[in-house]
């Protein structure tokens, strides 16, 4: 029981239902400061306030460091008293804390080691506590600058995407959610991460900013692709892709993320035929030149092997499964379908070797990754 500070022999509270203001309390850990200000306003709005104390403007009243945080004590507004289950606590008082997640892990710290000992903590170690309370104060305030900046280019990018200045415009999740809303209509199906993902493959397929990207899909009717392939005029980013795919050919699939996957490979080696079928020419669009190396051996006899076409690199083909060993070799001739046969899954390769399926997954990219090291004299299709 914590004692009365003019009187160590009476308790502190004498009616502690009504005095302790905290037997209710919620903590806001926001990222950055300025959501602390944000969340202030909330509070202001959703509650009444009886109190407001802010521990950084105390600190910074009395020239140094230390806790900061913002603490509130509230009541439910009126507003909020309406319900039914709030009738019963219209007077009740809560105490809400709002501060950083770096002012809140300094506070943690803190705690643990000085509240323990206040009396006897070396003054070496309070020097150090405050410099360290310096160091997450600057830290704070570079995470809000990293953040305005931030948002500062993102505006920046989208803007460069509606006036047409596409080459000034570094591919992102957020540019690449402008441009295609104004290239191929809003799609509010698609999420953050859905155009993070695919402006992380069109980096790896080669594309550094959007006008290659303009300049790659502009002789293409979208639409007419999109109707080939699926009978249907499909969402934005179905089309956009199919579009690129057209524009590279082969490319695409040798460079994208799932080039390794024999169901990527045949199911774009598959719209290809359609399109070609139906008179659309198939594009060789390089944003950065071919590597023509193990790998881009290796994937393009895969791409002919899976479509039911003979292998043209038969020799070439040859020359990078011997720099592999005996099971790396075997299992890129099983899933690729190289020896005469069906290409096989991995669970079918797995069981004629006698391993689990994952593990022929993980070869088959370990090989895949030695490939990449290895020059292939080829010339570019």
């Not at 992380?200 to 550094?208: A, I, K, V």
């Not at 040859?318 to 790396?328: D, F, G, K, P």
């Not at 370990?366 to 490939?371: H, N, V």
Request: hydrophobic fraction near 40%; glycine fraction near 6%; charged fraction near 25%.
């Amino acid at each position: 029981m914590t004692p009365l500070s003019t009187d160590p022999e009476r308790p502190k509270y004498q009616n502690p239902l009504d005095e302790i203001t905290d037997l209710a309390a919620v903590r806001i850990i926001t990222f950055f400061p300025r959501s602390v200000e944000e969340a202030e306003q909330i509070i202001a709005a959703e509650f009444e306030v009886v109190e407001r104390a802010d521990k950084a403007a105390i600190l910074l009243q009395e020239e140094r460091f230390g806790y900061q945080s913002v603490h509130f004590l509230v009541k439910l507004a009126d507003k909020r008293r309406v319900p039914n289950e709030y009738a019963r606590i219209p007077t009740r008082t809560i105490e809400i804390q709002v501060r950083t997640i770096m002012q809140h892990a300094w506070a943690e710290i803190e705690h643990d080691i000085q509240y323990k000992s206040v009396a006897t903590i070396p003054q070496s170690i309070r020097r150090r506590f405050m410099s360290l309370a310096g160091m997450l104060e600057i830290a704070d305030r570079e995470f809000q600058a990293v953040q305005d900046e931030d948002e500062r280019l993102r505006a920046v990018a989208r803007q460069s995407v509606y006036e047409g200045r596409l080459s000034q415009v570094e591919i992102t999740a957020d540019a690449l959610k402008a441009y295609l809303d104004s290239r191929f209509g809003v799609d509010g199906r698609m999420t953050e991460d859905s155009y993070s993902y695919l402006g992380d493959n069109l980096r790896r397929l080669g594309f550094q900013h959007f006008q290659q990207i303009e300049e790659c899909i502009a002789p293409y009717d979208l639409d007419r692709i999109s109707r080939l392939n699926w009978g249907v005029r499909q969402g934005q980013m179905s089309r956009f892709q199919e579009t690129v795919l057209a524009a590279m050919g082969n490319s695409f699939i040798i460079r994208s993320d799932f080039g390794l996957e024999p169901w990527f490979i045949r199911s774009n080696a598959r719209k290809l035929k359609i399109l070609r079928d139906a008179g659309v020419t198939i594009g060789c669009f390089r944003p950065t030149p071919e590597l023509l190396n193990g790998r881009y051996v290796v994937l393009r006899a895969a791409i002919q092997s899976i479509s039911g076409e003979e292998v043209e690199n038969a020799t070439e083909l040859q020359h990078a499964l011997n720099i592999l060993n005996s099971n790396e070799a075997k299992i890129i001739r099983l899933v690729y379908g190289f020896e005469g046969g069906h290409p096989h899954s991995f669970d079918e390769v797995g069981l004629l070797l006698g391993i689990a399926a994952w593990t022929v997954n993980e070869m088959l990219i370990r090989a895949m990754k030695r490939l990449e090291s290895i020059d292939a004299s080829i010339e570019n299709e």
